[in-house]
């Protein structure tokens, strides 16, 4: 027989003194249908949108422009022979990432 808490709703076990979810102490009585109870639980509305444009700032354009001076950092180095191609690559890489990323601003929004 499968009991519910009268009080918050949660699945029991059938020989359960106490609900593991709100610690309501058992009497025996509870009812074996969930539709049974009266709980209703809360509504929370989060607005996540301040979140997903930050997130969404982050990788769209402080990650790349991290790549682009990381790279203008290699190619102005003295002390490598490769350093002027290894910096252009990942420069280009980031610059080609900003762009994208604008595009697929334009184009999905």
């Not at 699945?11 to 359960?16: K, P, Q, V």
């Amino acid at each position: 027989m499968t009991k519910y808490c009268p009080n918050c709703g949660e699945h029991l076990i059938d020989d359960a003194k106490f609900c593991k979810s709100c610690g309501m102490k058992l009497d025996g009585s509870q009812k074996t249908n969930p539709s049974e109870y009266k709980f209703t639980p809360p509504v929370v509305e989060k607005d996540y949108k301040l979140i997903s444009l930050i997130g969404g700032a982050i990788g769209f354009l402080i990650f790349p422009l991290i790549g682009i001076i990381i790279g203008i950092y290699i190619y102005t180095r003295k002390d490598s022979s490769r350093a002027k191609t290894y910096g252009s690559a990942v420069i280009g890489v980031s610059v080609l990432k900003v762009i994208f990323n604008f595009l697929r601003i334009i184009f999905y929004i």
